[in-house]
């Protein structure tokens, strides 16, 4: 009966927080993603950054653009969006030129 009660808990109470967290994961990576990539093709020239650190700028970017756009500025969804791709954009544009700059100096340190 005690086995019977546990496994009815895991199932109804464990099972679906879990659901949710793992949706919550591949929803914020998939977010990140597309709004990473976004603030990408935003951006004039070539970015000196990999695709996961674009996911995790993009995903920073959605949330801090979200809390401006809609906490903030009260705008709509439309307007909402276009403020999450603005501040990623503008932190892959910090990040890529901290990354370039990296690699720049990599490669003179390599010539000498």
């Known amino acids: 009966m ?3 009660i546990v496994v009815l808990l895991v199932l109804v109470v464990v099972l679906p927080i879990v659901g949710w967290a793992l949706w919550l994961l591949i929803s ?3 977010v990140g993603a597309i709004i990473g990539g976004l ?3 935003v951006l004039p020239g070539r970015q000196e950054i990999g695709f996961f650190s ?3 700028i993009g995903w920073i970017g959605s949330l801090i ?3 401006i756009g809609r906490h903030l500025f009260h705008v709509g969804t ?3 969006i276009l403020c999450e791709i603005a501040v990623a954009a503008i932190l892959v544009a910090i ?3 901290r990354a370039g700059n990296a ?3 990599r490669n003179s340190s390599l010539r000498r």
């Open 28 to 30: 914020a990576a998939l």
């Open 39 to 41: 603030a990408r093709l």
């Open 54 to 56: 674009t996911v995790v």
């Open 2 to 4: 005690v086995i019977l």
């Open 103 to 105: 690699v720049a100096h």
């Open 95 to 97: 990040t890529s030129s």
């Open 65 to 67: 653009g979200s809390l």
């Open 78 to 80: 439309l307007l909402t």
